[in-house]
């Protein structure tokens, strides 16, 4: 169950906002964009059909900056909850996008923009995953 405690941004730094769409409370850094998501809520946000693209447009409403991988480059990315090393995960279905996780609570960091991305995938993606 996620703490309702406010968290910093991983990688700014700064409080995070609480953001709430729906049934889902999670945490927004108003610097970067990025999105601090509880075990299972990027799940249920990708697996949600009907409203979720207006729950994802809302949760993520910065554009994907270019270079913000670069900008935020730490030697050691934290996770806001319990201050373990954040793990970069590739997403197997859409390569090009890598995001931070938890090993310990299960959560998520993800990037301005990558929550959208996650949750379009391409004609391509989707006849790559269909071919071996």
């Known amino acids: 169950m996620p703490d309702d405690k406010a968290v910093s941004c991983p990688k700014c730094h700064v409080k995070m906002e609480r953001v709430k769409v729906?049934?889902?409370?999670?945490?927004?850094?108003?610097?970067?964009?990025?999105?601090w998501l509880d075990q299972g809520e990027l799940d249920a946000l990708l697996s949600t059909r009907g409203g979720a693209k207006q729950a994802i447009a809302t949760l993520d409403a910065g554009?994907?900056?270019e270079g913000s991988r670069a900008r935020h480059v730490v030697s050691r990315v934290e996770c806001p909850r319990d201050k373990s090393r954040l793990i970069t995960i590739v997403d197997r279905k859409q390569p090009h996008i890598q995001f931070e996780a938890c090993t310990s609570c299960g959560g998520t960091f993800l990037d301005a923009g990558?929550?959208?991305?996650?949750?379009?995938?391409t004609l391509r993606e989707r006849l790559a995953t269909l071919l071996p």
């Open 22 to 35: 729906e049934r889902l409370a999670t945490d927004r850094c108003h610097k970067c964009g990025g999105l």
């Open 63 to 65: 554009p994907a900056v």
């Open 114 to 121: 990558e929550l959208k991305d996650l949750s379009e995938r």
